[in-house]
């Protein structure tokens, strides 16, 4: 048992799982032996393969119009498919995709919602939280910038880390955060 637990600890130091998958091995380890490990350590592999591009994020909204014209005004994203009734799909130059769709309620009291997306009924909930998407823009300039943001009527807060990294995080109309940073890498 010395050895499996040696041989996890050394494929965490060696970036082969994260810390949430060593302390999972180690526990199936402790209370079901050797059969346990040896599966939890197949299951903790890389990948064959290397992610090279985003193909989309799918973002829920409540009403997927007004959000794709935000998008589209603010970001220069291409709106490449509508359906005219709960979604559109938004071209980031050779990036990827933005998916917006109906699928999300509004806050109590709000107005309602326009039509679900196809489907959305079948689907569990949405329940997982992005704290933030950030997207680089080119070209930079600070100052142009937070006025452009401003002149939108949206309320930039500045997120200034460095001498490199700028950026302000402004709300999209449903409440997501937004971060719009210089290019660094």
């Not at 402790?30 to 193909?55: E, H, M």
């Not at 930079?140 to 997120?159: M, S």
Request: aromatic residues 6%; proline residues 6%.
């Amino acid at each position: 048992m010395e050895g499996m637990i040696a041989s996890l600890i050394k494929d965490f130091e060696d970036g082969r799982m994260d810390r949430r998958q060593l302390i999972r091995s180690l526990a199936m380890v402790a209370v079901a032996g050797p059969a346990a490990a040896t599966a939890s350590a197949a299951q903790a592999t890389k990948a064959p393969w290397k992610t090279v591009r985003l193909d989309h994020i799918s973002y829920a909204v409540t009403d997927y119009k007004r959000s794709a014209d935000f998008y589209a005004s603010l970001m220069g994203w291409e709106i490449a498919n509508d359906d005219g009734k709960t979604q559109a799909t938004m071209k980031i130059g050779d990036i990827g995709e933005i998916i917006i769709r109906n699928q999300r309620r509004p806050a109590a009291g709000a107005a309602p919602a326009a039509p679900a997306a196809p489907g959305a009924a079948d689907r569990p909930p949405v329940t997982g939280v992005i704290n933030h998407v950030s997207w680089g823009v080119t070209p930079w300039d600070t100052d142009g910038v937070k006025a452009e943001l401003e002149r939108r009527g949206l309320k930039p807060r500045p997120d200034m880390v460095g001498n490199d990294f700028k950026s302000y995080h402004v709300l999209d109309p449903d409440g997501w955060d937004l971060q719009i940073s210089n290019v660094t890498k």
